[in-house]
């Protein structure tokens, strides 16, 4: 059965690098057929997608945050990272990876998220 | 703002109907398929339909997906106090080359 672990500081201060892991198990992040995703929920608000790695090299980023946020793979550890810099209290969030189909077809894209981490708070403050 | 639009809130009456509407513009619904999500309070979001109206295996047939131009709907039927939660409508959007959510809607079963 596959399963997403988020893992990483709980707390950051303003201007710093926001650095998080998902492990992934059950599957392989290797396996060509899916990629994998981060997508954040601040406090009390909606979802909010930030970016998806395909086999630790394609990268795809929400243009709101392309400038600040690499996303990156260790297939070793079947591990991918979320790194997100100068980061300021509006990034103070839950953050999720999940595994993410993307579906290429003539009638256009489907995609979707079919397996999610349990989510983990950040919190952006001096 | 969220790129697409739905309702904040509605509610319905145990054992009816309900459908939350999800509208978007050409670049995403209208030429890309719909994905709809549950998020129950406190909880990770959760897969209820793709492809616009396909069920994941484990998800009840009270629940159904449809599309119409640039817009969608997710309809509920025989609602359940178990089916309170935020819903989410996602789509690609070709002009971003990216995902985008819409703001959620939070159904209460009165």
């Known amino acids: 059965q596959l399963q997403l672990q988020e893992s990483g500081p709980g707390l950051v201060k303003p201007s710093e690098t926001l650095s998080l892991t998902c492990t992934v198990s059950g599957g392989s992040i290797s396996n060509n057929s899916y990629y994998w995703g981060w997508i954040r929920q601040p406090p009390g608000k909606g979802l909010e997608w930030i970016g998806t790695?395909?086999?630790?090299?394609?990268?795809y980023y929400n243009p709101s945050l392309k400038t600040r946020v690499t996303i990156s793979g260790d297939t070793s550890k079947n591990q991918f990272f979320l790194n997100l810099n100068s980061v300021t209290a509006a990034d103070t969030a839950v953050y999720y990876c999940?595994?993410?189909?993307?579906?290429?077809?003539?009638?256009?894209?489907?995609?979707?998220?079919?397996?999610w981490g349990q989510g983990t708070l950040v919190t952006v403050s001096s | 703002q969220s790129v697409l639009a739905q309702p904040p809130s509605v509610s319905e009456a145990p054992r009816q109907r309900v459908t939350i509407s999800c509208s978007g513009s050409s670049s995403n619904i209208g030429n890309n398929a719909v994905t709809w999500y549950q998020q129950l309070p406190g909880k990770a979001p959760k897969l209820l339909l793709y492809y616009d109206d396909l069920l994941p295996s484990g998800v009840s047939d009270r629940f159904s997906g449809s599309k119409s131009g640039t817009s969608a709907s997710l309809g509920i039927t025989t609602l359940q106090s178990e089916d309170e939660a935020v819903y989410y409508c996602?789509?690609?959007?070709?002009?971003?080359?990216?995902?985008?959510f819409g703001g959620g809607t939070n159904l209460a079963v009165l």
């Open positions: 790695i395909f086999y630790s090299e394609n990268t």
């Open positions: 999940a595994r993410h189909a993307v579906i290429s077809m003539i009638r256009g894209v489907s995609n979707w998220f079919d397996t």
């Open positions: 996602a789509a690609w959007d070709d002009s971003l080359n990216g995902v985008v």
